[in-house]
């Protein structure tokens, strides 16, 4: 049976649109992801592209942008469990070239805000939630990698803390195209409105 049907008939695929006020939250693009030299890299020159594109209108109407970098402790106890299923994660270590942002992103440091986290959720023992509450978001765009892990968790998290997930298409990227597909279906469906960067009614 279509996969569309079956969806359309559980009357998903519903649109939530935007609040009142947005924020932009880029995820893990830094070199350790961005570089196809090390061993979790893959070629996201689409992503960065069109993620600075939304970076850039941000800019234009003062909406603040938050980069999230996944980094651990050298002897990365601070990665748990995670770290024994996905091993070349814990090369990820603070100030390792890796963990650092792509240069080829719009990353202003006096001006944007830089969350750590270690985990696939940005919302998992961060401060993010209390950050966005501060500011009185309501809408969470989320762009960066992987479509699968991190953008999926942090998707799935913002709709339960009762922020509004939206996802640029072209603005998120996985190693490959079979789960990122994948994810972004299931996203739209249930947690989230997966929409084009050049997506109406944005920025607010």
Same mark, same amino acid.
């Given at each position: 049976?279509?996969?569309?049907?079956?969806?359309?008939?559980?009357?998903?695929?519903? +649109? *939530?649109?935007?609040?009142?006020?947005?924020?932009?939250?880029?995820?893990?693009?830094?070199? @350790? !992801?961005?570089?196809? /030299?090390?061993? *979790?890299? /893959?070629?996201?020159?689409?992503?960065?592209?069109?993620?600075?594109?939304?970076?850039?209108? =941000? +800019?234009?109407?003062?909406?603040?942008?938050?980069?999230?970098?996944? %980094?651990?402790?050298?002897?990365?106890?601070?990665?748990?469990?995670?770290?024994?299923?996905?091993?070349?994660?814990?090369? !990820?270590?603070? @100030? %390792?070239? *890796?963990?650092?942002?792509?240069? +080829?992103?719009?990353?202003?440091?006096?001006?944007?805000?830089?969350?750590?986290?270690?985990?696939?959720? /940005? !919302?998992?023992?961060? =401060?993010?939630? %209390?950050?966005?509450?501060? *500011?009185?978001?309501?809408?969470?765009?989320?762009? @960066?990698? =992987?479509?699968? @892990? /991190?953008?999926?968790?942090?998707?799935?998290?913002?709709?339960?803390?009762?922020?509004?997930?939206?996802?640029?298409?072209?603005?998120?990227?996985?190693?490959?195209?079979?789960?990122?597909?994948? =994810?972004?279906?299931?996203?739209?469906?249930?947690?989230?409105?997966?929409? %084009?960067?050049? !997506?109406?009614?944005?920025?607010?």
């Amino acid at each position: 049976m279509n996969k569309n049907y079956i969806y359309k008939k559980a009357n998903l695929n519903n +649109r *939530l649109g935007f609040g009142k006020k947005n924020a932009v939250l880029a995820i893990d693009l830094i070199k @350790g !992801f961005t570089e196809k /030299c090390y061993p *979790l890299g /893959c070629d996201l020159k689409n992503v960065i592209e069109a993620t600075n594109k939304i970076i850039g209108i =941000s +800019r234009e109407k003062e909406i603040p942008v938050i980069f999230a970098v996944i %980094s651990y402790n050298p002897n990365t106890l601070d990665g748990g469990i995670w770290i024994r299923k996905a091993p070349a994660q814990g090369e !990820f270590v603070e @100030g %390792s070239e *890796l963990v650092k942002i792509d240069p +080829r992103v719009d990353f202003q440091p006096d001006k944007d805000t830089v969350l750590i986290k270690k985990y696939a959720s /940005c !919302f998992f023992g961060t =401060s993010l939630a %209390s950050t966005l509450n501060a *500011l009185r978001i309501d809408t969470l765009v989320i762009t @960066g990698v =992987s479509t699968s @892990g /991190c953008v999926r968790a942090t998707a799935v998290d913002a709709i339960q803390y009762g922020f509004i997930p939206v996802i640029p298409r072209e603005a998120v990227g996985d190693r490959a195209s079979e789960p990122h597909e994948a =994810s972004l279906f299931d996203i739209d469906a249930k947690y989230g409105d997966v929409v %084009s960067p050049d !997506f109406a009614g944005y920025p607010q």
